[in-house]
């Protein structure tokens, strides 16, 4: 059985997407350092299971047991990660850590500055459907959350938000079934540095040697103003898509391949300076908070200290107008046309080794 298991519980947009590429593009290199890191999407389906939402994932119910069976087989140490554990309540938390028993759990709790993650979650939930306004989400945000527990989004945005990324409060839920000497708040250096400077505190939070690593190819990708308010439109009009299209046609295809390198030609989009100001007094309490909690911090505090002047050239992605929309749209138009293309030339080409093949064994 696993001695101990780390658990990476998010939050949300504090460079997960690139740890976890970095865990499963070396998963051979922990291995080696007798750690086990679950394949694939197997923390993803294994989270769905326990909470209920593997509905949009038929025939992959299971996943839960099938994760905590990998675990406790293992004889090392054991990560795994998801961002959506941080909004857990107790009564999940209770099972996850129940679940990972006898191994020893410890919680990894990455954190970025809020300067940077509201506006990068707001895109997030762009690509999975939403068509709340920029204006709107930083209004309901940059307040104090009106409801502790869980919330639909749809019913109030801003409670919904600081569910996944109040550190502290989703500290005091954690501590609650793991002590806080065994929980670790990781950094998320400010912009500048290299994501490996992330991916190293985060190997020395689980104990392990990062040199070495190989980095893996992107994350997740920004998308200018334009870009933003293309995305929000289309949610608008295509109330049918589900799940997988979200995942597959809008994160990946439309928003990280088609509009690649548009976020450098677009306006960009913040908080205004009173938001701003609100967010970086909230900031600090946040950052004293942590300092006087015994958790352990790998890397600086001080990197959760959102800029204090807002950008002067950002606009209101509402504020768009229809011939910026429609040349973005444009644009999208044609890099989806390429990809739709370049997946059929592979489909060809993968149909054709297999005629090739059976028709040597004939």
Known sequence: MARRVHLHIGTMKSATTYLQELCSFNAQRLADQGLLWPPGDLPFLALADLVGRDTE???????????VQSIQQ???????SNELLAPLGTGKIKRVVAAMEPGEVEVVVTARDLGRVI??????????????????????????????????????????????????????????FVPAERITVVTVPP??????????RFASAIGVDASGFEQPDHGNSSVGAYSAELLRRLNG?????????????????LARLALAGRA???????????????????????????KASPVRVVG???????????RTQAIDPADTSDADLLETALVSLGGMAKIVADLRVEQERQRYDVDSQTSALA
């Open 237 to 253: 009009v295509s109330p049918n898509l589900e799940r997988h299209h979200y995942r597959w046609g809008i994160k990946d295809a």
């Open 119 to 176: 506006p990068s979650h707001w895109q997030t939930t762009l690509k999975n459907g939403s068509t709340t306004r920029w204006s709107d989400f930083a209004a309901a945000v940059c307040a104090e959350p009106a409801q502790a527990g869980h919330v639909r989004r749809s019913e109030d945005e801003g409670s919904w938000f600081w569910r996944r990324h109040d550190v502290v409060a989703i500290l005091a839920r954690w501590q609650q």
């Open 57 to 67: 994932r038929p025939g992959r119910q299971g996943a839960w047991p099938d994760l």
């Open 74 to 80: 293992h004889p090392g140490d054991a990560v795994w």
């Open 191 to 200: 912009p500048g540095n290299s994501a490996q400077v992330v991916g190293e």
């Open 300 to 310: 600086d505090l001080a990197d959760l200290r959102p800029a204090r002047e807002a």
């Open 264 to 290: 450098q030609l677009e306006p960009s989009f913040g908080l205004t300076q009173p938001q701003l100001d609100w967010v970086c007094a909230r900031a600090e309490r946040m950052i004293e908070q942590i």
